[in-house]
T-cell receptor, first 115, second 117 residues
Framework: GEEVAQTPKHLVRGEGQKAKLYCAPI?????VFWYQQVLKNEFKFLIS????????ETGMPKERFSAKCLPNSPCSLEIQATKLEDSAVYFC?????????????FGPGTRLTVL | AQKVTQAQTEISVVEKEDVTLDCVYE???????LFWYKQPPSGELVFLIR??????QNEISGRYSWNFQKSTSSFNFTITASQVVDSAVYFC??????????????FGQGTELSVKP
């Protein structure tokens, strides 16, 4: 597709439950990024992929967060045993990654609320 | 380490005023990219501009203009004759230069602009 698609738009989980978010990058884009936006303003990088390979995972909380980008499937970000502080908007972005550096195209985000 | 600072948390102007949003960055690398994104109340992130570290020319796009000065590590954004539709949170960002073709973005804290009629 021509836009980055993220599902679901909203997700509500009780503390301790699992949450799974999905991202379909723009067709043909090689790079996928996940960011977490807490309290409306602060963005935190979580992880990036080059095709199905992890490219940079320096921002991932290792204990409860995991992510995958498998061929012919949407990318996913999974949070095991959610905590209140995981409440945030999670943005996915994709980038062509060819030749000269290209900008990242962002999806509409998934708002996760942990109760 | 890379860092982006947007010292103005909130700015409020009256329609038709000009407004400048400040962005100061820190990096030890000589090759890097700077960005501005707009986040309207609806929540999506809208790309506005990308600038590489070797191009210090100022850029103008309609009512928007950007001033990049390496000497002061600043990449400021000016909206001329502001309109109510410009109300949004604006983010300045710096790319991680280590991965030139796929670097993560380091965002500033954002500046919330409110344009009143």
């Amino acid at each position: 597709g021509e836009e980055v698609a993220q599902t679901p738009k909203h997700l509500v989980r009780g503390e301790g439950q699992k949450a799974k978010l999905y991202c379909a990058p723009i067709k043909g884009h090689s790079y996928v990024f996940w960011y977490q936006q807490v309290l409306k303003n602060e963005f935190k990088f979580l992880i990036s992929f080059q095709n199905e390979n992890v490219f940079d995972e320096t921002g991932m909380p290792k204990e409860r967060f995991s992510a995958k980008c498998l061929p012919n499937s949407p990318c996913s970000l999974e949070i095991q045993a959610t905590k209140l502080e995981d409440s945030a908007v999670y943005f996915c972005a994709s980038s062509p990654g060819e030749g000269v550096y290209n900008e990242q195209f962002f999806g509409p985000g998934t708002r996760l609320t942990v109760l | 380490a890379q860092k982006v600072t947007q010292a103005q948390t909130e700015i409020s102007v009256v329609e038709k005023e000009d407004v400048t949003l400040d962005c100061v960055y820190e990096t030890r690398d000589t090759t890097y990219y700077l960005f501005w994104y707009k986040q309207p109340p609806s929540g999506e992130l809208v790309f506005l501009i990308r600038r590489n570290s070797f191009d210090e020319q100022n850029e103008i796009s309609g009512r928007y203009s950007w001033n990049f000065q390496k000497s002061t590590s600043s990449f400021n954004f000016t909206i001329t004759a502001s309109q109510v539709v410009d109300s949004a949170v604006y983010f300045c960002a710096l790319s991680d230069p280590i991965y030139n073709q796929g670097g993560k973005l380091i965002f500033g804290q954002g500046t919330e602009l409110s344009v009143k009629p």
